[in-house]
């Protein structure tokens, strides 16, 4: 789908939310009387009329208190739909479809693009996306159980592979030194860095031709595969690390700076800024860890709920953490920790504590695809 690129530094507000106003309607308005009585009346009928004032009296203090009761009904329904309905803006939860503790809310944001103002977005036809993470995209890079290219055969899409395995989410050092830059030029942040500034291809030919035994053994390929991309053309970018941050202990966030990109969520905070302003038109979907067991001192594989690493907290924490930043800057949120690969179901679909069997990468690819076209029927 090929898209036309026309940023527009104003903030756009996307909600726009009216204020209620609540009728309080008054209690006194109400006739009151005593059963099988008739309320008085101050004005004298003619006598003609006695006997259908008298019907009349027994019905109108009736009818009128159903009336008063019906609208009351009316304004709490309109008032509850109202706020659920705000409430639950982007959220979409069909815990039908996939297997899990269906007890458990699941986190799911899913949300079309929302472009800003003056951002023209043209439809070619192909929809191109742009893959990020680690090792679910990039276990069996060539292969037709690849999780990539199962979503480029469910969808037909053209899908580019920049993940690269053994890179995490957090960075470990600030900024992209040469004495460090092998340890952190693949995370999400300074491969984003790369196609958005295009200003560190000089470190990046250092790295390659200095430090090539050290690498990733996917890095050079992901690097040259996002070079070569144009992303005037590009529709998605998704991003999804598995829980490897977390068994090594990285920060998980910092509230008063949320793009630290030595921090789990920061770094994807950074990464996202940088795509929304020099690429507003292309949709962002955010896909969270699947679950991954943690490993204690015997070696034998617990629950992440009951493990915490270098002072971090717990793997559903950091999926948590990773939702609200992630509804913060209004991107699509895909729930794998609860909603497709759980503590319940992980030893059906995981080959270890975290990585992913084949099985288990068809389930989270079918959870991309249904994020991915759920507003298709709609348009």
Known sequence: MKQTNNPDNTKHNTR?????????????????????????????????EEEDEEESGKQRPQLSFLIHIGFAAILVLIVFLAVNRIRNFGNVQNLSDYEGNKDLEVLDHILPLIPKDGVEVVDDGQTTIVAFGNSPFADD????????????EMTGATVYNCSVGDSFLAAENPTLAIETA????FNFYWLTTAFCLRNNDYLYEWIFDELEGQLPADGLESYETLMNID??????????????????????????????IQTFTGNMCAGIDLIQEFYPH??????????????????????????????????????????????????TFIDNIYGTITEDNAKEYLTDNIHLNVEGRRKVAERFVYALTYYDEAE
């Open 16 to 48: 726009n939310i009216p204020d209620l106003d609540i009728i309080d309607l008054d209690k006194d308005s109400f006739e009151t009387w005593n059963e099988g009585a008739v309320p008085d009346r101050k004005e004298e009928a003619p006598d003609c």
């Open 141 to 152: 890079r060539d292969s037709e159980n690849n999780l990539l290219n199962m979503i480029e």
């Open 182 to 185: 092998h340890k952190d030029a």
């Open 231 to 260: 992303f005037n053309t590009v529709d998605v970018i998704v991003l999804m690390y598995d829980g490897s941050d977390y068994l090594a202990g990285h920060g998980m966030y910092r509230d008063e700076n949320d793009t630290d």
């Open 282 to 331: 292309i949709r962002i979907i955010v896909m969270s860890p699947t679950y991954a067991f943690a490993i204690n001192d015997e070696g034998e594989y617990v629950s992440s709920d009951q493990v915490r690493y270098n002072d971090q907290d717990v793997l559903s924490t950091y999926v948590i953490k990773q939702f609200g930043y992630s509804y913060d800057r209004e991107v």
